[in-house]
């Protein structure tokens, strides 16, 4: 297909390591040969984890996070590159914008390596040098629960950022590893916007005043996304499509309207959060169903230029600015 796709957030090494099938090809919602089909294919795999712990009840903020997710986190870390060697003939391990470019230009797949929250890095600066070594470019801060560098949207202080988290995010800037704020509370997105002096992302959320749930951005965040040069992914998650939990395509294109209504042409990308989530909307079965997207977007009379910003070259644009 003539359809570029970078998508900013997917969960599937997660879900090969619990299935013990890889990303060359396999019945998850992600892999390597469906994404072909699009060129260019771009693709952001987060290291992530669903802890066996009663996150749902823990003081992460006051507390040290264990120090199993920090081991699985790096594990995890291990498994993934050890994936992107295994297909090195079609899918390229890529940091910086430039590497992006240079692997489009090959027709293979562009990788990269996100964390999706700072405890699998042991939520200090050593464990972030340590993952930037090995070729890390993106991070969440949190994931579904406070930690001790800030407020988790579902965790239970809704806190900002920690002095900690202040340092850890500086030293993000000075490495060049994108800020990614989704899953973290309005404080500590507000708390790092004053921060920033690269752009920041929201790799994968959607617009609160069109489905009002923690996980979602304000007008006021996408509009501070916009100013800072930054940009937000849209989510595939039923729950934060439609609250009444049943959505389709038509629900991906009424968040998408409403961030392009707010001026985000430059600001709106692809961010699936696929294989982690249960249900994609009804209408999409997986990757290989952003191509639906992308010609309901054309349907609607949006200019293909603007799609294909979307899909693909606003999210490269953040990139070259923030790593």
Not at 92 to 112: D, F, N, V, Y
Request: charged share 25%; with cysteine.
């Amino acid at each position: 297909m003539h359809i570029p796709v970078f998508d900013a957030h997917c969960d599937t090494i997660f879900e090969a390591e619990k299935h013990r099938c890889g990303l060359r090809e396999n019945r998850l919602q992600v892999d390597l040969r469906r994404g072909l089909r699009y060129t260019p294919y771009a693709q952001v795999f987060a290291v992530f984890t669903r802890p066996q712990t009663d996150w749902e009840n823990a003081d992460f903020s006051k507390d040290r996070p264990p120090e199993l997710l920090k081991n699985i986190g790096f594990a995890l870390l291990g498994r993934l590159l050890y994936a992107f060697e295994a297909n090195a003939d079609i899918l390229t391990l890529c940091r910086s914008a430039a590497e992006i470019r240079k692997t489009a230009e090959q027709g293979r797949a562009a990788g990269l390596i996100a964390v999706e929250g700072a405890e699998l890095l042991g939520s200090d600066t050593a464990g972030l040098e340590l993952a930037y070594e090995k070729g890390v470019r993106l991070v969440n801060l949190c994931w579904n629960f406070d930690n001790p560098l800030c407020g988790a949207a579902n965790g239970p202080t809704k806190s900002g950022l920690t002095d900690r988290g202040r340092a850890y995010v500086e030293r993000m800037q000075a490495l060049g590893i994108a800020v990614d704020l989704s899953h973290a509370s309005e404080r500590t997105f507000w708390d790092t916007a004053a921060l920033m002096k690269r752009p920041m992302l929201a790799g994968h959320s959607n617009a609160k005043a069109v489905c009002d749930h923690p996980r979602n951005l304000t007008d006021g965040q996408f509009r501070e996304l916009i100013r800072q040069g930054g940009a937000a992914g849209l989510n595939l998650c039923r729950d934060f499509l439609n609250a009444s939990g049943r959505a389709g395509i038509e629900d991906v294109l009424r968040h998408a309207e409403h961030f392009l209504a707010l001026g985000g042409e430059k600001a709106l990308c692809l961010g699936g959060d696929l294989d982690g989530i249960d249900r994609p909307p009804s209408g999409i079965t997986g990757i290989e169903s952003y191509g639906e997207i992308y010609e309901a977007l054309l349907r609607r009379n949006y200019p293909e230029a603007l799609v294909r910003d979307i899909f693909y070259n606003n999210l490269l644009a953040v990139l070259e600015r923030a790593l």
